[in-house]
T-cell receptor, first 115, second 112 residues
Framework: DAGVIQSPRHEVTEMGQEVTLRCKPI?????LFWYRQTMMRGLELLIY????????DSGMPEDRFSAKMPNASFSTLKIQPSEPRDSAVYFC?????????????FGDGTRLSIL | GESVGLHLPTLSVQEGDNSIINCAYS??????FIWYKQESGKGPQFIID?????DKRQGQRVTVLLNKTVKHLSLQIAATQPGDSAVYFC???????????FGKGTTLSVSS
């Protein structure tokens, strides 16, 4: 079975540019999570969706970040405009239920570098 | 505040030894715990989970122990292999919470 699929795997762009990260969750999973991982801060939850509806976006750093889930099989995380401090690995994960008492399954991430 | 932490940031073992990775949690309401393994360049991979109505659960070469009295969680890996080298994360959750809370991670290095 296919796991969580993220694209692109790597993204290098100049500051000020718009960045869009994409995620396809595991089929049948109804919860989707976006995380950011850095050496300094570890794994941080940015936002999560349940049945395509954003439930908690308190982890989104600022208005430059936005996330959408137009249907059960696709989600995007957008940064506009991007800044060097946004450089990190961004992970998408999905789970069967709300995720707080079910395993979350992660994609292999998008390594983002903002120059 | 609520947090999940690890006792040691790094652990070095010899191939064939048993490894024990520890995790402390502070939220007594947490009732679900997971261990993840993250290899370089990959996302965290689910290893094993345990619910608070249990104090021990075994998988293939791994055992998770939960001590709710002292809010402590451990992952034991039997006969550690070089392929076990990775960063290991514990995470906690509860039915009233919004999402899992991850610890900072322990790096396990296995030498031949």
């Amino acid at each position: 079975d296919a796991g969580v699929i993220q694209s692109p795997r790597h993204e290098v762009t100049e500051m000020g540019q718009e960045v869009t990260l994409r995620c396809k969750p595991i089929s049948g999973h109804n919860s989707l999570f976006w995380y950011r991982q850095t050496m300094m801060r570890g794994l941080e939850l940015l936002i999560y969706f349940n049945n395509n509806v954003p439930i908690d976006d308190s982890g989104m750093p600022e208005d430059r970040f936005s996330a959408k889930m137009p249907n059960a099989s696709f989600s995007t995380l957008k940064i506009q405009p991007s800044e060097p401090r946004d450089s990190a690995v961004y992970f998408c994960a999905s789970s069967l239920a709300g995720g707080n008492n079910q395993p979350q399954h992660f994609g292999d991430g998008t390594r983002l570098s903002i120059l | 505040g609520e947090s999940v932490g690890l006792h040691l940031p790094t652990l070095s073992v010899q191939e064939g030894d048993n490894s024990i990775i520890n995790c402390a949690y502070s939220n007594s309401a947490s009732d679900y715990f997971i261990w993840y393994k993250q290899e370089s360049g990959k996302g965290p991979q689910f290893i094993i989970d345990i619910r608070s109505n249990m104090d021990k659960r075994q998988g293939q070469r791994v055992t998770v122990l939960l001590n709710k009295t002292v809010k402590h969680l451990s992952l034991q890996i039997a006969a550690t292999q070089p392929g076990d080298s990775a960063v290991y994360f514990c995470a906690e959750g509860n039915q009233a919470g919004t999402a899992l809370i991850f610890g900072k991670g322990t790096t396990l290095s296995v030498s031949s």
